[in-house]
């Protein structure tokens, strides 16, 4: 899988990103690191402890970096999470998650293939 195809399969956009990195090179470089921002872990407990503050500030943190990596599809959904958050409403946030997470794991796994085929 090369970078191209990494994003048709994850329904992200590619012209994008590699316009906004002035390339393919800094855009697999940081599409590579993905999987180690903490922000979805960070979510993810958030929402599980109840935590309203740090929450927002996950989902917002994850949607900025999909939004900057041109992740589409999983930007979507975080932007779903955090906008119900920004509103102060955490069962609509809990209700969005699941499709947050298949997203999330469709995308790392495809990161994963993508890091096997370098």
Request: aromatic share 12%.
């Amino acid at each position: 899988m090369n970078l191209k195809e990494f994003y048709e399969k994850t329904e992200g956009n590619y012209g994008s990103v590699t316009t906004r990195f002035g390339g393919e090179k800094l855009a697999l470089k940081f599409t590579l690191k993905f999987p180690d921002d903490p922000s979805f872990s960070q979510l993810e407990k958030a929402l599980g402890e109840g935590d309203e503050e740090s929450a927002f500030r996950a989902a917002h943190t994850l949607k900025g970096v999909c939004q900057n990596l041109s992740f589409d599809s999983l930007y979507v959904c975080a932007y779903a999470v955090c906008e119900a958050l920004r509103s102060g409403n955490m069962d609509e946030a809990r209700r969005l998650f699941p499709r947050l997470n298949d997203k999330y794991v469709a995308t790392i796994d495809a990161v994963n293939q993508l890091k096997a085929t370098l």
